[in-house]
């Protein structure tokens, strides 16, 4: 291990609305720890997402519950309730910084996202000051492609900030597993058994 490895921790943000938590999101973590060498993983579920301002969403206890019983056995990640029991709106750089703050200060911190959120990057609120303080990690996706050259000149210097991560593409969204269970169908190898014993448990996405 090189002296940088040993002075300087590399955490990994992984935020969200999780609801519900599915098995893309899990292999998402488990691709930045292992590719990147990540040392943890905080997954943060949203309490209240300016973007999703209008749309119905899982009690945040639930979510977080969810959250923990996806991840119970694996060590690497921490369920963070940092976002979730402080006052909104809840941004994507006020949860940042705090969980550099947590973290402490020989921190690298690595933050995850969805291709389209880097597409959209340019219109989150203090992008500049994320794109500065954050290395951005995106999962490749086919279906989504990225103009640099504007990203680059709303937010200048942002190329060699992003890291494209490649992992296996899975068309799961929580979205659509809402939808399943709404309808009956079957959701078992879309979430863990756990949270799926969960949302039957608590009628989670019937109505």
């Not at 995106?138 to 490649?166: C, N, Q, T, Y």
């Amino acid at each position: 291990m090189n002296q940088r490895r040993l002075s300087l921790r590399r955490v990994g943000i992984l935020g969200g609305t999780f609801d519900p938590i599915h098995i893309g999101h899990l292999i998402l973590a488990e691709e930045a720890w292992f590719q990147l060498q990540l040392d943890r993983v905080y997954l943060a579920p949203a309490g209240d997402p300016p973007h999703k301002q209008g749309r119905q969403l899982a009690p945040v206890r639930d979510r977080l519950c969810m959250a923990e019983l996806a991840t119970a056995d694996i060590d690497y990640i921490i369920v963070s309730r940092i976002d979730a029991d402080r006052p909104g709106p809840h941004y994507t750089s006020d949860m940042v910084r705090l969980l550099q703050a947590e973290a402490g200060p020989n921190t690298e911190i690595y933050f995850l996202m969805g291709m389209d959120s880097l597409r959209d990057l340019p219109t989150w609120h203090e992008a500049a000051w994320l794109v500065e303080h954050a290395r951005l990690v995106a999962l490749s996706r086919h279906d989504v492609k990225l103009d640099w050259e504007s990203l680059e000149k709303a937010l200048p210097g942002i190329r060699s900030r992003v890291i494209i991560l490649d992992m296996p593409e899975l068309e799961i969204a929580s979205h659509v597993i809402q939808q399943r269970v709404r309808n009956g169908q079957p959701i078992r190898h879309m979430v863990p058994r756990s949270v799926e014993a969960y949302i039957h448990k608590h009628n989670l996405y019937r109505s």
